[in-house]
């Protein structure tokens, strides 16, 4: 696709689930970002990749929170025994080049809800 | 610790008029300042950049303004239109690749 994609949109989660959120970043861009976004704030940083290499977790909450990207491309961040303050916007952005830029491209975002 | 900040959590202007937006940081080794336009159910968007060795960088009707001695930014916007309704961030970048967005000004534009 053109730009980066999220899946799902939306997800409403009972407290306890685990939740996995997708991201498709734009084809050939090595750099990828995980974000947090809660009403009313700025994104957080949470974890960053170069290719298949995640260079830094230090922004990731807790150990609930995990985040892959085996090939270098698809990344997923997986949350484990959500909890109601987890409940926020989960933005994915990506940048073609090692970081030296911030022109980073965003998704829409998935929309986590934690009952 | 470092942060950045913004002056005015919401700014309402009229359709032509010129809008500006203000940004403190309070990182002085921040090297690297973004402005990004967020549309309600929408991820940011990238407007203009501007390193620290620059003061002042222009893009199409936005201007940046960069004042590293009181570490202060400014968002211009000329000619503002109802399609510039969004909340605006601006970002630094100061530790590896990691960008700190401030918490945003809401711009409303009146036609």
């Known amino acids: 696709g053109a730009g980066v994609s999220q899946s799902p949109r939306y997800k409403v989660a009972k407290r306890g689930q685990d939740v996995a959120l997708r991201c498709d970043p734009i084809s050939g861009h090595v750099s990828l970002f995980w974000y947090q976004q809660a009403l009313g704030q700025g994104p957080e940083f949470l974890t960053y990749?170069?290719?298949?290499?995640?260079?830094?977790k230090s922004g990731l909450p807790s150990d609930r929170f995990f985040a892959e990207r085996p090939e270098g491309s698809v990344s997923t961040l997986k949350i484990q025994r959500t909890q109601q303050e987890d409940s926020a916007v989960y933005l994915c952005a990506s940048s073609p080049t090692f970081s030296d830029t911030g022109e980073l491209f965003f998704g829409e975002g998935s929309r986590l809800t934690v009952l | 610790g470092e942060s950045v900040g913004l002056h005015l959590p919401t700014l309402s202007v009229q359709e032509g008029d010129n809008s500006i937006i203000n940004c403190a940081y309070s990182n002085s080794a921040s090297d690297y300042f973004i402005w990004y336009k967020q549309e309600s159910g929408k991820g940011p968007q990238f407007i203009i950049d501007i390193r620290s060795n620059m003061d002042k960088r222009q893009g199409q009707r936005v201007t940046v303004l960069l004042n590293k001695t009181v570490k202060h930014l400014s968002l211009q916007i000329a000619a503002t239109q109802p399609g510039d309704s969004a909340v605006y961030f601006c970002?630094?970048?100061?530790?590896?690749?990691?960008?700190?967005f401030g918490e945003g000004t809401q711009l409303t534009v009146n036609p």
């Open positions: 990749f170069q290719n298949e290499a995640q260079l830094d």
């Open positions: 970002a630094e970048k100061y530790s590896g690749s990691r960008l700190t």
